[in-house]
């Protein structure tokens, strides 16, 4: 049925029948409503989490664990939640993740201008504008399949005034939603060598989705009077239409990618092609980048006059100047360009590869580091994976060395987003997943870096979230450099945010860490464990040895990926660099190792 409703409500009301599961964001004007319409509604978890950060990890890890995730903030709420951004665009989706966003031409509430179609170039991640509340609902429930097919997330870019202004809207009914979770590593753990390789499939999707733009329906060509031609999308749509209702016109409702294709053949059709649009010249700037003359907001010709230095367009204003159209030089040559494939492949520049390019040669691909990689010897790491491996859990790890366990010990980590995004994206994923089992595993230096706002969220919402902190005392993974919080006492700072359930454990105590694991699986409450030992790199060496008489060759200490260990004549022996750290000697069964 048709529902007067506003925008906010609209893209609620399409998230809510696209069969969204967990819904997440922060408040801020113009896009509160969207979560607040979608609170109440059965079927859905809906939260106002500690920030955006930590919103859209959370929905990540709803995302992961195979449920439909929507994510609320305004436009300056995207500048804290492009950490986890940048990265999912080369991880991708399992269910559909949807961001809504809400920019504020004009300021109305907002202590900045900012255009968020910037963010999904910077990110490379689709970008849709509805115009009203029946585009705002439609647009947003197909963002989910768009996210889906393309394996992304999607953003829908609402302004303050197409937020806050009501319209009909065909509403329909709920679609429930659901894809089983799966074990991904090399797709949603950010290591070197796995995000080496999702880049290239970034820019393959990149690819597809550039095609897709040019043939989306909802970007079209509304054909008037051919003198002038005019480029527009969102609530600027609106106006045009009715300061200028003659025109023809081409809207764009996916403005990333552009759909240069589509717009260069109505230009074609007109004598003349302006843009309009508010905030920066985004649209202006692609189209020219394109190949296509077109006379924009920023005009570089002396003769033309820019419409509005900044701000927000209304009806009342007329955007372009009375009169004839003076255009400008186009700054790229007319006609078609040849281009083709950039000669350049993403990432890293040379010498040589620029050598090649400028001859028009294609560069050969950048070497990717290998799979391999190992802990220091010692490390009070090892343990802990060794023990998680072992168990029947969807791991979310974070960034550190121990983001290595994800190679060395298959099972054991299976996400790495950015720092802090661990412990949202188990917390998210426990919510689309109740019946889940899941771990969050964070260092010492990364959970003061941007940690705690997660385990607050996680106790507010009061989430069963087991959480395990390897606490070295040194941020290990870039050379042993202090951190802010290292004078801090964990355990009591664990305490004083609400967190009941924290044990410390000695990283080389094989059992009591095992036995730790399982409980905390098995806890109705959130705990927290501490495995507190010394950076190896801090020790001295001392070797254990090895009694060959006693060693039946069965390997097991090998599991551990110490790289002091080493087989040799069918046995085990222990090589220099050993710390003495014990390890292998706990999980040796016949006493071999002393």
Same mark, same amino acid.
């Given at each position: 049925?048709?529902?007067?409703?506003?925008?906010?409500?609209?893209?609620?009301?399409?998230?809510?029948?696209?069969?969204?599961?967990?819904?997440?964001?922060?408040?801020?004007?113009?896009?509160?409503?969207?979560?607040?319409?979608?609170?109440?509604?059965?079927?859905?978890?809906?939260?106002?989490?500690?920030?955006?950060?930590?919103?859209?990890?959370?929905?990540?890890?709803?995302?992961?664990?195979?449920?439909?995730?929507?994510?609320?903030?305004?436009?300056?709420?995207?500048?804290?939640?492009?950490?986890?951004?940048?990265?999912?665009?080369?991880?991708?989706?399992?269910?559909?993740?949807?961001?809504?966003?809400?920019?504020?031409?004009?300021?109305?509430?907002?202590?900045?201008?900012?255009?968020?179609?910037?963010?999904?170039?910077?990110?490379?991640?689709?970008?849709?504008?509805?115009?009203?509340?029946?585009?705002?609902?439609?647009?947003?429930?197909?963002?989910?399949?768009?996210?889906?097919?393309?394996?992304?997330?999607?953003?829908?870019?609402?302004?303050?005034?197409?937020?806050?202004?009501?319209?009909?809207?065909?509403?329909?009914?709920?679609?429930?939603?659901?894809?089983?979770?799966?074990?991904?590593?090399?797709?949603?753990?950010?290591?070197?060598?796995?995000?080496?390789?999702?880049?290239?499939?970034?820019?393959?999707?990149?690819?597809?989705?550039?095609?897709?733009?040019?043939?989306?329906?909802?970007?079209?060509?509304?054909?008037?009077?051919?003198?002038?031609?005019?480029?527009?999308?969102?609530?600027?749509?609106?106006?045009?239409?009715?300061?200028?209702?003659?025109?023809?016109?081409?809207?764009?409702?996916?403005?990333?990618?552009?759909?240069?294709?589509?717009?260069?053949?109505?230009?074609?059709?007109?004598?003349?092609?302006?843009?309009?649009?508010?905030?920066?010249?985004?649209?202006?700037?692609?189209?020219?980048?394109?190949?296509?003359?077109?006379?924009?907001?920023?005009?570089?010709?002396?003769?033309?006059?820019? +419409?509005?230095? /900044? %701000? @927000?367009? *209304?009806? =009342?204003?007329?955007?372009? #100047? &009375? $009169?004839?159209? !003076?255009?400008?030089?186009? +700054?790229?040559? /007319? %006609? @078609?360009? *040849?281009? =083709?494939?950039?000669?350049? #492949? &993403? $990432?890293?520049? !040379?010498?040589?590869?620029?050598?090649?390019?400028?001859?028009?040669?294609?560069?050969?691909?950048?070497?990717?580091?290998?799979?391999?990689?190992?802990?220091?010897?010692?490390?009070?790491?090892?343990?802990?994976?060794?023990?998680?491996?072992?168990?029947?859990?969807?791991?979310?790890?974070?960034?550190?060395?121990?983001?290595?366990?994800?190679?060395?010990?298959?099972?054991?980590?299976?996400?790495?987003?950015?720092?802090?995004?661990?412990?949202?994206?188990?917390?998210?994923?426990?919510?689309?997943?109740?019946?889940?089992?899941?771990?969050?595993?964070?260092?010492?230096?990364?959970?003061?870096?941007?940690?705690?706002?997660?385990?607050?969220?996680?106790?507010?919402?009061?989430?069963?979230?087991?959480?395990?902190?390897?606490?070295?005392?040194?941020?290990?993974?870039?050379?042993?450099?202090?951190?802010?919080?290292?004078?801090?006492?964990?355990?009591?700072?664990?305490?004083?945010?609400?967190?009941?359930?924290?044990?410390?454990?000695?990283?080389?105590?094989?059992?009591?860490?095992?036995?730790?694991?399982?409980?905390?699986?098995?806890?109705?409450?959130?705990?927290?464990?501490?495995?507190?030992?010394?950076?190896?790199?801090?020790?001295?060496?001392?070797?254990?040895?090895?009694?060959?008489?006693?060693?039946?060759?069965?390997?097991?200490?090998?599991?551990?990926?110490?790289?002091?260990?080493?087989?040799?004549?069918?046995?085990?022996?222990?090589?220099?660099?050993?710390?003495?750290?014990?390890?292998?000697?706990?999980?040796?069964?016949?006493?071999?190792?002393?």
């Amino acid at each position: 049925m048709k529902k007067l409703l506003t925008g906010n409500e609209a893209a609620a009301q399409g998230a809510y029948e696209a069969g969204v599961s967990v819904a997440t964001g922060y408040p801020g004007t113009p896009s509160t409503e969207v979560l607040e319409f979608l609170m109440p509604l059965s079927g859905v978890y809906a939260e106002w989490s500690a920030n955006e950060k930590t919103a859209l990890e959370m929905a990540s890890g709803a995302s992961f664990g195979g449920k439909r995730a929507l994510v609320v903030m305004k436009h300056v709420g995207l500048n804290a939640a492009a950490d986890p951004l940048m990265t999912l665009s080369y991880t991708g989706v399992r269910a559909g993740l949807v961001i809504v966003v809400s920019d504020d031409p004009g300021m109305h509430s907002s202590q900045n201008e900012q255009d968020s179609r910037l963010y999904g170039r910077f990110a490379k991640v689709p970008v849709l504008e509805p115009s009203d509340s029946e585009e705002a609902l439609a647009f947003t429930k197909e963002a989910f399949s768009i996210s889906e097919e393309f394996d992304i997330p999607v953003i829908v870019r609402l302004t303050a005034a197409v937020s806050h202004s009501a319209s009909l809207a065909q509403t329909g009914r709920r679609t429930a939603h659901e894809i089983a979770p799966w074990k991904e590593p090399r797709k949603y753990v950010m290591l070197p060598p796995y995000c080496n390789e999702r880049r290239g499939l970034l820019e393959e999707r990149l690819r597809r989705l550039k095609e897709f733009s040019d043939s989306f329906p909802h970007n079209r060509a509304e054909f008037g009077s051919p003198d002038t031609g005019i480029v527009t999308a969102g609530i600027s749509y609106q106006y045009v239409k009715e300061a200028f209702p003659e025109a023809s016109v081409f809207k764009v409702s996916m403005s990333y990618p552009m759909p240069l294709g589509a717009i260069k053949e109505f230009s074609k059709k007109v004598k003349r092609l302006s843009v309009i649009e508010e905030l920066e010249p985004y649209m202006e700037d692609a189209i020219r980048a394109g190949g296509i003359e077109v006379r924009g907001q920023y005009p570089i010709s002396q003769e033309a006059v820019p +419409p509005l230095p /900044h %701000g @927000e367009l *209304s009806g =009342g204003q007329c955007p372009l #100047p &009375h $009169g004839e159209l !003076s255009g400008g030089q186009c +700054p790229l040559p /007319h %006609g @078609e360009l *040849s281009g =083709g494939q950039c000669p350049l #492949p &993403h $990432g890293e520049l !040379s010498v040589s590869s620029i050598k090649k390019s400028l001859a028009g040669e294609m560069p050969e691909e950048g070497p990717i580091l290998g799979e391999g990689g190992a802990f220091c010897a010692g490390c009070p790491y090892l343990g802990v994976f060794y023990c998680l491996k072992r168990t029947d859990c969807f791991v979310f790890g974070d960034i550190g060395c121990y983001t290595m366990g994800a190679l060395l010990f298959p099972g054991s980590m299976d996400t790495t987003l950015c720092m802090g995004a661990g412990i949202s994206q188990a917390v998210g994923f426990l919510k689309a997943r109740p019946e889940g089992r899941a771990f969050a595993v964070i260092g010492d230096s990364t959970f003061f870096h941007s940690g705690i706002p997660a385990v607050i969220n996680a106790l507010h919402h009061k989430t069963p979230l087991p959480l395990i902190i390897l606490d070295n005392g040194v941020t290990a993974m870039t050379g042993g450099q202090s951190y802010a919080g290292k004078e801090i006492n964990l355990k009591g700072l664990l305490h004083a945010l609400g967190l009941k359930d924290v044990g410390e454990i000695n990283p080389y105590d094989i059992k009591s860490i095992s036995i730790a694991i399982h409980e905390a699986l098995n806890s109705a409450l959130p705990s927290a464990i501490i495995i507190k030992g010394r950076c190896a790199v801090k020790e001295r060496p001392k070797n254990m040895a090895v009694d060959p008489a006693l060693c039946d060759g069965c390997m097991e200490c090998l599991e551990l990926k110490c790289p002091a260990l080493v087989r040799e004549n069918g046995a085990v022996a222990v090589r220099a660099g050993c710390t003495g750290c014990g390890l292998c000697a706990s999980v040796c069964r016949r006493d071999a190792v002393g």
